[in-house]
Structure formats: C-alpha cells, structure tokens
C-alpha cells in the first residue's frame, strides 16, 4: 500500500508569490490534515478535510487556504508569501478523523518551502 | 480550542535509564491522547496512544499514563536506547474534534 505522497518536496519562492503544495492520502483514506512544522514551534494545525469537506482551521490567517477533491487529494495554497512562511508543510491522511481513536495519522515527508 | 503544553523541551538520559515526558491539556472533553515519535528528518509515526476510559497502557518499553482529573498524561520510555533518540510530540483532540499538538520534546540518549 503506497504511502501518503507529498509535493513537491522542495520549493524556494520570494515574497509575494503563492505557492501551492498537494497531498495524495493513502488509498482508502478520507481525512486529509495539514500541519506547519518550523523550529520550536511543533505541529501548527493548519485545516483539516474529511468527505471533501473542511473539518476544521487552525488559526491561520486568510492567505492559507485548502481544499480535498473527490478522490481525497487535497492541496493547500498559500497567497502573497511572507518571510515567516518558510517551513516544512506536513499532510497526514487517515481512515477517520484525526481526533479520534480510529484516526491514527499517517504522514507524509513533507513539502518544504523557503521564502526569499 | 485546546492548549496542549509538553515538558520538557528536551531531555538527555544515559543508555538504560528511564525517560518521562509530560504533556498537559485544557480540553476536558478530549477522550483520545496520541504521541507521536519523529526522528531526525523523518515524518512522525505514532507509537502509542490511550483512550481517556484507561489510566495506562503499555506497548514493551513504553507506556503511557492518563490523569484525566488532573488532566495531564505522559509518556514512560525505560531501558532508553540510542534508536529511542527522537523529537516526541503528544497530542489531543479540543472538544471540536482538532488534533493539537505539544511543542515537541527532543530526546537525547547517550551511551
């Protein structure tokens, strides 16, 4: 069973521009959650979609933004990108929704961008 | 929404010896409590969790406690060995079912 398939893997980008980085779950999957990982900050919660349908937001401003289509792939943009935005961006899918006990996540290696 | 607070931030321990990392959260309505192991440029795996209707659970070296009056669970790993060297995070769920996730705690384990 492939595991959870992230990209790109890498990606530098300056101030202004937007980004955008895909996720594809494990098949079967139907939650998808997006997490910010920087130096000392953790896992910052970005949003989570289950069904095609956004379950939950961290608190983020506007400019991050996802969405999950019908096969469960998800994408998350990022618009007019900031210094501060440069981090690893990290999806992890699962069966069930990610706070309960049937919804172990399983990551994936990650995305990450550098802004210039 | 919840606040997961991890402590401590890092910790180093001597091959064999006990690690205990503690986490503490605000939520009383979460009832599921995962850590998360994430070693150096790798994603993080789940290697334990507890339901909140258990006080503790065990999986060979580690095991994981729950106060759910307290509302603090932790995270015992003994006979620690230099693969256990890894950045664990716990987490837990706020009553809107969002999966939040302590700061993260580096272990060192030192020959």
């Known amino acids: 069973k492939a595991g959870v398939t992230q990209t790109p893997r890498y990606l530098i980008k300056t101030r202004g521009q937007q980004v955008t980085l895909s996720c594809s779950p494990i098949s079967g999957h139907r939650s998808v959650s997006w997490y910010q990982q920087t130096p000392g900050q953790g896992l910052q919660f970005l949003f989570e979609y289950f069904s095609e349908t956004q379950r939950n937001k961290g608190n983020f401003p506007g400019r991050f933004s996802g969405r999950q289509f019908s096969n469960s792939r998800s994408e998350m943009n990022v618009s007019t990108l900031e210094l501060g935005d440069s981090a690893l961006y990290l999806c992890?899918?699962?069966?069930?929704?990610?706070?309960?006990?049937?919804?172990?996540?399983?990551f994936g290696e990650g995305s990450r961008l550098t802004v210039l | 929404g919840e606040n997961v607070e991890q402590h401590p931030s890092t910790l180093s321990v001597q091959e064999g010896d006990s690690a205990v990392i503690k986490c503490t959260y605000s939520d009383s309505a979460s009832n599921y409590f995962p850590w998360y192991k994430q070693e150096l440029g790798k994603r993080p795996q789940l290697i334990i969790d507890i339901r909140s209707n258990v006080g503790e659970k065990k999986d060979q070296r580690i095991a994981v406690t729950l106060n759910k009056t307290a509302k603090h669970f932790s995270l015992h790993i003994t006979e620690t060995q230099p693969e256990d060297s890894a950045v664990y995070f716990c987490a837990a769920p706020d009553s809107w079912g969002k999966l939040q996730f302590g700061a993260g705690t580096q272990v060192v384990v030192t020959p």
């Open positions: 992890a899918s699962s069966l069930a929704p990610s706070g309960t006990y049937t919804g172990e996540l399983f």
